[in-house]
């Protein structure tokens, strides 16, 4: 299936009650603050940490492929009384009518863009929405394989409704030739209405250091560090790394 339509349907519906990790809105609140607004989040999804950068009263609007999880997004800002501002496009393919100081990822999810090839499409469409003075952050990290013994453990959680949600990783391949990991992820609903399930690959494409910056220079980024989450120095074989870039020319 499309990268972008994975978040649809059920996936949309369980990621919130499933998820172990929500991002700290303090660290991007941090850098738009120093940077200067307005600001963009990429794969704002249903909204963190969009919302409660919106409700500082920080200047940021958001962008997400999935029109479902952008839709429990505007829901959530509806019940929190925030205007919020969400477009739907791709990372890849932005066209916005909007100039930013600040564009961030708020988590690794740049690493869901298939190949090398989207990746410099969303590196120029970030650098032709970027202010001259901007700058960008990007997370990044380098997949593990699961452990076997993970392959078909199921993790539940309950849904609005009261429904039984579930989750497992019923297969996984590996290639790092091409530097990738799809995992077969299996989600499924039951409810006293009846049941549902959806199986569907989750492809990562990760990146070497020196890649990524080349990729990004390509773009007229240029790396103005690489460091841990919270602002270290790391290795160059570092399995997770936030790549602050700055505008490097002047393309557009």
């Not at 660290?27 to 409660?52: H, K, S, V």
């Not at 990372?91 to 410099?120: C, H, I, K, S, Y």
């Not at 039984?164 to 609903?189: K, P």
Request: charged letters at 30%.
């Amino acid at each position: 299936m499309d990268p972008a339509d994975f978040y649809t349907g059920i996936v949309a519906e369980a990621y919130a009650p499933l998820k172990s990790f929500s991002p700290d809105p303090g660290r991007y609140a941090a850098f738009i603050r120093e940077t200067g607004g307005p600001a963009l989040e990429l794969g704002c999804g249903d909204g963190d940490p969009l919302l409660a950068l919106r409700r500082s009263g920080l200047d940021v609007e958001g962008v997400d492929s999935s029109a479902d999880m952008l839709e429990r997004c505007r829901r959530r800002a509806d019940e929190a009384d925030l205007a919020v501002t969400v477009h739907h496009q791709r990372m890849e393919a932005l066209d916005l009518a909007r100039r930013f100081r600040a564009v961030f990822l708020a988590g690794p999810t740049f690493n869901l863009l298939p190949d090398d090839d989207v990746a410099d499409a969303a590196l120029r469409g970030i650098r032709r929405h970027l202010a001259d003075d901007g700058s960008v952050l990007i997370p990044l990290h380098v997949p593990s394989p699961t452990p076997a013994d993970q392959l078909g453990q199921v993790r539940t959680a309950v849904a609005d409704d009261g429904a039984e949600l579930r989750f497992s990783i019923v297969s996984e391949e590996r290639d790092e030739t091409r530097r990738t990991q799809t995992a077969v992820l299996r989600y499924e609903r039951h409810s006293d209405e009846g049941s549902t399930a959806a199986e569907r690959p989750w492809l990562l494409h990760w990146y070497t250091r020196a890649g990524f910056e080349e990729l990004a220079a390509a773009a007229g980024l240029g790396t103005v560090s690489v460091t841990d989450e919270d602002g270290n120095a790391i290795e160059d074989d570092a399995p997770y790394m936030v790549f602050r870039l700055r505008a490097d020319d002047h393309r557009r």
